[in-house]
């Protein structure tokens, strides 16, 4: 348990030296959530006790944009090979792609709703610190951007404020227990 408690220490140190804002939680599960705001990019860092690694998110969904109709995007089953030839381009060896769908619940049909992009983050290893902390997030975002940005002028969807499509994985609540301060 102390290495896990020093880990999060590690993220924090990071956090503080790239000038990177960054709050934390426990939620219902016991999962840490360190909610970071970094490079204009929203991350959810996520891990359990017993994990050996962070798991860094990024998301970016249509839906998270107020007032955004999902019927102006595309019907998942319409646009599942184009995203899947995205994937194999974007896809490294440490960063994992999924499309996020948004079920329209007037017609029950499945749309494209964005990306969820996951790297890990070592930080129990001796050599993690603030700079790999950095080019970690950098390379999540500039992954994630690029198959927004793509899929959206792929499929010809236009949105004005495309800064409001960065979300969390998970949105702490004040209701979680904080898991540190």
Known sequence: MREYDQAIGRIAACCSAV???????????GQQLIEVNHRNGLFTLVTSPND????????????????????????????ENELTDLFDELQTANIR??????????????????????KPLYVFEDGFGAKAFDESLAELDQIS??????????????IDRPEE??????????????AFH
């Open 19 to 29: 000038g990177a804002r960054f709050r934390g939680f426990r939620n219902q599960h």
């Open 52 to 79: 050996g690694y962070f798991r860094a998110i990024s998301i970016r969904k249509l839906s998270n944009i107020e007032d955004f109709d999902i019927t102006r995007s595309e019907p998942i089953v319409d646009v």
């Open 97 to 118: 792609i999924e499309y996020l769908t948004k079920t329209d619940e007037s017609t029950g049909v499945e749309y494209f709703d964005g990306y969820q992009t996951t």
């Open 145 to 158: 951007r690029k198959a927004f940005n793509r899929t959206i002028q792929q499929l010809d969807i236009d």
């Open 165 to 178: 499509t960065a979300g969390s994985e998970e949105q702490p609540q004040e209701s979680y227990g904080r």
